[in-house]
């Protein structure tokens, strides 16, 4: 039977995944994507689907989850982090350096610290239509973990920036040579689906395209809102093995 130590390693892989998979920036312009987000096996739970907004520009994103009422920042020209709770009009502002501490203990929860370097990246050469978009297959393969990707060329990014983004928050579960390598791929993802096996529990994470639109984007979404109050920002504890 599993103890609380191991559902909260799944809970992290499965709220980080989905946000690692869409990071992309626009060459000289803005990018506004909608998209589900669908996680099955999770904790014994039936299967839940849920809506993400992104917002991005060169140096700054925003990835809110409408249901949850919650929201965070990345302010890479800040390196800071906003982490925001809508419901009670709070937020947390975290150094790039404490967000990396507290991925690094999610890491050490997953056991993926010595894992990260090792990637299978293989593009399969199969084509689809998702949506609007024609589609190419990518499959990442890591110890633990699979990540089936649909990228379109339609949709154009800066891979520089998704390297900083990645390098930000990749934290240990993404080493420097795994981030080259996806940051290498041409194209946005418009479906991907990771499949995270822990001992006899298997949590995957669908992550599926809506819309897209390469509109400007008003820059005061990227900070948090004059009438939010700023509460501290605790570093989570891990629970001791066998909780």
């Known amino acids: ?3 609380l130590r191991n559902l909260k390693k799944a809970a992290f892989m499965v709220l980080l995944l989905p946000l690692v998979g869409a990071i992309a920036a626009p060459p000289g312009g803005d990018l506004y994507v909608e998209q589900k987000v669908t996680t099955s096996g999770m904790m014994g739970r039936p299967g839940t689907t849920s809506t993400q907004l992104l917002w991005m520009t060169k140096d700054m994103m925003r990835s809110e989850e409408p249901e949850q009422q919650r929201a965070i920042i990345f302010r890479l020209d800040k390196n800071l982090f906003y982490m925001l709770n809508m419901a009670d009009k709070t937020y947390q502002e975290v150094t790039s350096e404490d967000f990396k ?3 690094s203990m999610g890491g050490a929860m997953l056991g993926r610290e010595e894992e990260a370097g090792e990637l299978n990246l293989t593009k399969t050469g199969k084509r ?16 633990n973990m699979k990540i089936d990707m649909w990228l379109t060329e339609e949709v154009t990014f800066d891979s520089t920036m998704f390297q900083k983004y990645m390098e930000a928050m990749g934290g240990p579960f993404f ?10 791929l041409k194209g946005y993802p418009i479906k991907s689906e990771t499949t995270f096996t822990m001992g006899t529990m298997k949590t995957t994470s669908t992550t599926m395209v809506t819309k897209v639109s390469q509109k400007s984007i008003a820059k005061d979404i990227f900070s948090p809102p004059p009438d939010y109050k ?6 989570p504890g891990i629970p001791p ?3």
């Open 128 to 143: 689809q239509k998702i949506g609007q978009w024609d589609c190419y297959q990518v499959v990442m393969e890591q110890p």
């Open 241 to 243: 093995e066998g909780s």
């Open 101 to 103: 501490k507290m991925l």
């Open 175 to 184: 080493s420097k040579e795994v981030i080259e390598q996806w940051a290498a």
């Open 1 to 3: 039977m599993l103890g």
């Open 230 to 235: 700023k509460v501290p920002f605790e570093m």
